[in-house]
């Protein structure tokens, strides 16, 4: 059994998407990060950097080689490689998906939280909001000139490389971003939008917060 501390957070969405996609019974266990659970002892036990999401497979009979993994791509990777699917085993396509989960790593992720931040002050200034917005701007440009030579975000095939981007593109309207110049990425969007898993993983991570 598969379980996954989470809440109703992008990173927490990605792992919900891959594990529908991939079929793997899982259970979710919330963090509730608005109360600051995330924070706790118990919590920071399975994951230091006290952020979510974490999953522990417990696949291991004895419950001593259980696995517990923080960090939103490293747990897709280990998903991909445990079922081997959303990931080439090796070549072309498998760089391409390693280059754009460290884009998300370091790039579009990083762009989307601080956009975000900004907009959750109590009076957020114009001038840091524009200052992240263009940013977010920047890294869907990059992800446009991807997805104008290709229809998935790595190349021909859907991958975790898309899950991974999809999670945080989910957001772009709460963080007062638009899609609209960028046509390659709303077909893109609209296209993994409409896969039943992710519909299935969206209403699952969201009742987390209800
Ligand atoms: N690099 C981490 C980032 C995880 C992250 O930022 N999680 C957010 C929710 S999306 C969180 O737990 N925030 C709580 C906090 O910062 O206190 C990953 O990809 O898993």
């Known amino acids: 059994m598969l379980e996954v501390f989470a809440f109703a957070t992008p990173n927490s969405l990605k792992v919900s998407i891959a594990l529908e996609e991939l079929g793997l019974d899982y259970r979710l266990v919330p963090v509730n990060l608005r109360q600051g659970e995330q924070k706790s002892e118990a919590f920071r036990a399975l994951n230091p950097n006290a952020k979510v999401p974490v999953l522990i497979d417990r696949s291991s009979e004895s419950g001593v080689d259980d696995l517990v ?9 280990y998903l991909a490689e445990k079922t081997g699917q959303l990931l080439a085993k090796d070549g ?16 579009l992720s990083p762009a989307f939280l601080q956009a975000f931040l900004v907009n959750l002050q109590s009076s957020p200034q114009a001038e840091a909001q524009a200052r992240a917005l263009s940013e977010v701007d920047r890294v869907l440009g990059v992800l446009e000139h991807n997805l104008e030579q290709r229809p998935y975000v790595a190349g021909e095939t859907y991958s975790i490389a898309d899950i991974a981007h999809f999670g945080w593109v989910w957001r772009h309207q709460a963080i007062g971003a638009s899609l609209a110049k960028f046509p390659f990425v709303t077909r893109w969007y609209e296209d993994v939008s409409e896969r039943p898993a992710v519909v299935t993983a969206i209403n699952k991570t969201l009742a987390l917060a209800q």
Not at 92 to 107: D, N, P, T, W, Y
């Open 69 to 77: 993994l923080g960090e939103s791509a490293a747990i897709l990777v």
């Open 92 to 107: 072309i396509h498998r760089g391409k998906v390693f280059e754009q989960l460290f884009f998300h790593a370091s790039g």
